[in-house]
């Protein structure tokens, strides 16, 4: 029975300082000899992760937290985010003094210089500061959406913008995605192409935007350097991924 697994990436493939340890890069290797399907599900914009994915050579994947979804190289779901409610939260977010930052597949623009946040959040990921386009939402079909505020701003625009899902991944930064949005409703669409059963899909993750597909697949692994609601909706719980958590865990799963 075919069997496909799914890895995020940030603290799950790559580690603490996002580098992607020997003992992972070896566990994917052995999952594709063994004739068992890998793919990425992450929130990143494919751009973001293309030299990780030709070094693990994986060709499929759900990016921006499901709304870009390529199978075997070949772009099969596209969901974009409504661009008259981008433009009223490009809006709303000025006059609260929030930048944004907008993403395509291929790249990303701030709308605003010079922001601390910005430069914090984004530095976590080895990124620099984008571009300043600040039309670029008028201009582009945008997957996925950043906004830089701190967890006490939030709900309002959550409350707000009830036709867009909002994320937290780091302190000072939010995803933002259609209503509904999640690595599960991408994982579904690319198993609509496949003819696997859910019970074959597993898939590992560490962050809040993780917690959909955890639960959705046949079997869910956190790192364990998950956050706790993460764990909670895991069916099982690894070692960090600095200790070799997927390795670990694909041996326990009887995969490798």
Excluded at 109 to 124: G, Q
Aim: proline share 5%.
């Amino acid at each position: 029975m075919t069997k496909i697994v799914f890895f995020d990436i940030d603290g799950t493939l790559l580690d603490h300082d996002k580098q992607l340890p020997a003992k992972t890069k070896e566990a994917v290797q052995q999952l594709r000899d063994k004739g068992v399907y890998t793919a990425i599900a992450t929130g990143r914009a494919p751009f973001m992760f293309e030299d990780l994915r030709k070094e693990l050579d994986i060709h499929s994947f759900v990016s921006f937290n499901g709304q870009y979804v390529v199978f075997e190289d070949q772009v099969i779901y596209l969901n974009p985010l409504a661009a008259d409610s981008l433009d009223r939260l490009n809006q709303y977010a000025g006059e609260q003094g929030h930048s944004l930052v907008y993403m395509t597949e291929e790249a990303m623009k701030a709308n605003r210089p010079d922001d601390t946040y910005v430069k914090e959040s984004l530095s976590t990921l080895k990124f620099p500061y984008p571009g300043i386009s600040p039309d670029f939402h008028k201009e582009n079909d945008l997957y996925q959406t950043l906004i830089f505020c701190e967890e006490a701003e939030e709900e309002r625009y959550r409350k707000d913008f009830p036709e867009f899902t909002f994320i937290r991944w780091h302190p000072y930064s939010l995803d933002i995605l259609p209503a509904g949005g999640s690595k599960a409703e991408g994982i579904k669409k690319m198993m609509e192409r496949l003819d696997f059963k859910m019970e074959d899909v597993y898939a590992f993750g560490d962050g809040l935007n993780d917690i959909e597909m955890l639960k959705l697949v046949g079997t869910g692994v956190a790192m364990g350097n998950a956050l706790p609601p993460v764990k909670e909706a895991a069916d099982m719980v690894t070692a960090d991924v600095a200790e070799d958590g997927i390795y670990l865990a694909l041996k326990k799963l009887e995969l490798l």
